[in-house]
């Protein structure tokens, strides 16, 4: 192998490597930006027994692998129940306004960012809209 081969080699391995860096970093960027969670379409009857928790700031209730919760005023929040570090089910934290695991402490804001702790990935959040006391989940 000549010198002008082994400098086109040699270059084409480190383009090559830059290329594939990039495709890596970028990747992981963007998995770490997309919110984890079920799809979802469905209503809760805020009068029905089982739901009734959510008449009340600072209740919550599971459904569907979402969690609804209820923080005054007539305003309902929805995200995925569960934490996407290790799939333990997030609880809603009334003082805080954020959702927080139980398992390591990962903590999520009502948008789904991740505040704190080991989890990677957002929270997925769905729509909410409330007909009088039917409160419609979708996303």
Do not use: W
């Not at 192998?1 to 082994?6: I, S, Y």
């Not at 995200?79 to 402490?105: A, L, Y």
């Amino acid at each position: 192998m000549n010198r002008r081969e082994l400098l086109k080699a040699s270059f084409a391995a480190c383009g090559l490597g830059i290329v594939a860096s990039s495709v890596l970093l970028d990747s992981c960027t963007k998995i770490n930006d997309t919110p984890q969670g079920p799809s979802a379409n469905f209503t809760l009857d805020l009068s029905s027994s089982a739901y009734s928790a959510l008449q009340n700031p600072g209740r919550y209730v599971y459904k569907n692998g979402v969690i609804v919760a209820n923080t005054g005023q007539n305003n309902f929040i929805a995200v995925s129940q569960t934490c996407t570090h290790q799939g333990c089910t997030v609880q809603f934290d009334n003082s805080s306004g954020d959702f927080v695991c139980p398992c390591h402490g990962g903590t999520f804001s009502q948008s789904g960012k991740v505040l704190f702790g080991p989890p990677a990935y957002p929270l997925k959040t769905y729509k909410t809209s409330l007909s009088g006391n039917i409160l419609t989940i979708s996303g």
